[in-house]
């Protein structure tokens, strides 16, 4: 279980993340949406101690995530793993490698400078790309697959944590509706069959709609909007979005992703893109 109290983030005089309390069980799938500013990645990064908050707690389970330093730390940010919506993967190096990486807070600082995986090490890489439908790929040079296949080895990087939280800070934000619906299905997946919390930001209102069991709408630092994807009526779009939110139609707040049941399943979706 994860709870924040009175989280507060700022910078200057500014506060980009005002007196924010949730709490999240575990297994739940989060999706966290506002316009451009609102606080989304401050509130994301807060979580895994990429930024720290300038008062209040987050707790996870016993501990108190705010207060932790050196190894126990990185076992923290070893257990959230973070994705990026620019991926985040080191370009020149192998998929496989790539993926590996996530495995590099379990290990000693010894083992990381011989760079040597183990065999169940690699073996456990090889499910973790076959499971995301990209195995085939896994010698090639990271940057030289499509922005969705490289959102996937991001997702297997962050699988090999074995992670109790995955937060994506807007992961499909570069990516088409073909390669957006992959990759959030996958995210979904992993959320249903592994039970891990998965929390991410979204740009675009159906994609939590469709995906998120619960929604999280930010405004000017605040939550203005904590419910179920059903009771997001257009008041409450209005007070996530602003006066302007009338004047968007779905498609704009939209990358179109359809209803699962009307588009092809992800196993074909794999090798199509
Ligand atoms: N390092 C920083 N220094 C100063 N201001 C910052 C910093 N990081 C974020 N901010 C400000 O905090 C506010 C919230 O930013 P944040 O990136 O969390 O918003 P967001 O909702 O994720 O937006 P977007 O959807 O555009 O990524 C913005 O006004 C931003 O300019």
């Given amino acids: 279980m994860l709870k924040l109290e009175n989280v507060t983030r700022r910078f200057g005089g500014y506060a980009a993340v005002n007196n924010v309390t949730i709490t999240v ?8 949406i506002g316009r451009s500013g609102a606080g989304k990645s401050t509130l ?6 990429l930024i720290d908050p300038s008062s209040g707690s987050v707790r996870f389970d016993q501990t108190e995530i705010t207060e932790l330093r050196g190894a126990a730390l990185r076992n923290w940010q070893r257990d959230c793993a973070m994705i990026f ?11 496989l490698t790539n993926v590996l990486l996530g495995r590099l807070n379990y ?15 690699r073996a456990m890489a090889i499910s973790a790309l076959e499971r995301l439908g990209i195995a085939q790929t896994a010698l090639q040079s990271a940057g030289t697959l499509s922005g969705g296949q490289q959102q996937r080895v991001a997702i297997a990087r962050a699988l090999m944590q074995q992670p109790k939280m995955i937060l994506a800070d807007e992961p ?17 997946n992993i959320n249903q069959e592994e039970g891990i919390t998965v929390i991410t930001n979204l740009h675009t209102l159906d994609t939590a709609r469709h995906y998120c069991e619960r929604v999280i709408g930010m405004a000017a630092g605040e939550v203005v909007f904590d419910g179920p994807a059903e009771n997001l009526t257009s008041e409450a779009v209005r007070m996530i979005y602003g006066a302007a939110a009338e004047e968007l139609s779905e498609d704009i707040t939209s990358t179109s992703i359809k209803d699962k049941a009307s ?3 992800v196993g074909s979706l794999q090798h199509a893109v």
């Fill in 85 to 95: 919506q620019q991926f985040n993967l080191v370009p020149r190096l192998n998929v």
């Fill in 263 to 265: 588009t092809p399943s």
């Fill in 44 to 49: 994301l990064r807060m979580l895994n101690r």
């Fill in 172 to 188: 499909i934000a570069s990516l088409d509706p073909l390669n957006a619906k992959v990759v959030m299905d996958s995210l979904h």
């Fill in 107 to 121: 290990r000693s600082t010894l083992l990381n400078l011989t760079g040597s995986f183990s065999k169940e090490e």
């Fill in 25 to 32: 069980p575990k297994g739940q799938m989060v999706g966290v």
